[in-house]
């Protein structure tokens, strides 16, 4: 599977916007960005996806580079209840995430 | 919304025991999926079913089993649980064909004791 690095960790004051990014050099054209976030104890929470182009949803913005390496994703307003842990991960045929180590999101008021 | 439902947060097991975690989706998605996780070894794939009856086994099928008699709920068994198996189970549905996004239960903390 291809692989996705993202930084350990970082911190984001409240009501200000998060930028959470994700590089995925070896991203196979067949591949899928989808981000999850999990808070402790609970399961993964989906969050979005895109394949070529920039995404909104009611939760964020996927943005996606050109040459689909890396993507960003954002957080727009960053809340308490936005602190998590945030994964990135690719999908294509096959069935198992490979969920890695994640970005641990920390949102001071 | 999608919801994927599981039958415990927590559960407390003895050593031998034979233990049932069961998983219901209400979204008519064809995909199901048992993971567990650990600190330090990420998501790990132990079963999934593409189809009423039918079942797959993941990266770690030992020690379990499962059942999926209808298409909204598939069952995790622990055989025999050990303590080895104390662990956050996860539960998970979607539907086919890609991107095939993946929902996920609220999760089962299992502590076999």
């Known amino acids: 599977d291809a692989k996705t690095t993202q930084p350990n960790s970082m911190e984001s004051n409240e009501e200000e916007p998060v930028h959470l990014p994700c590089n995925h050099s070896?991203?196979?054209?067949?591949?899928?960005i989808h981000w999850y976030r999990q808070l402790p104890s609970q399961g993964p929470e989906y969050v979005i996806h895109?394949?070529?182009s920039n995404v909104n949803n009611r939760m964020a913005s996927l943005a996606i580079a050109e040459d689909r390496k890396s993507s960003t994703l954002i957080l727009h307003r960053a809340t308490l209840r936005d602190a998590a842990v945030y994964y990135c991960?690719?999908?294509?045929?096959?069935?198992?995430?490979?969920f890695g180590k994640g970005t641990s999101l920390l949102v001071t008021p | 919304d999608v919801k994927v439902t599981q039958s415990s947060r927590y559960l407390v097991k003895r050593t031998g025991e034979k233990v049932f975690l069961e998983c219901v989706q209400d979204?008519?998605?064809?995909?199901m999926f048992w993971y567990r996780q650990d600190p330090g070894l990420g998501l790990r794939l132990i079963y999934f079913?593409?189809?009423?009856?039918?079942?797959e086994k993941g990266d770690i099928p030992e020690g379990y089993s499962v059942s999926r008699e209808k298409k909204e709920r598939f069952s995790l068994i622990l055989e025999s649980a050990s303590t080895n198996q104390t662990s956050m189970y996860l539960c998970?549905?979607?539907?086919?064909?890609?991107?095939?996004?993946?929902?996920f239960g609220p999760g089962t903390r299992l502590t076999v004791l």
């Open positions: 998970a549905s979607s539907v086919p064909p890609p991107p095939d996004t993946q929902y």
């Open positions: 070896t991203i196979s054209g067949t591949d899928y």
């Open positions: 895109g394949l070529t």
């Open positions: 991960i690719l999908t294509s045929s096959g069935y198992a995430l490979n």
């Open positions: 979204m008519d998605h064809e995909n």
């Open positions: 079913s593409y189809d009423v009856k039918m079942k």
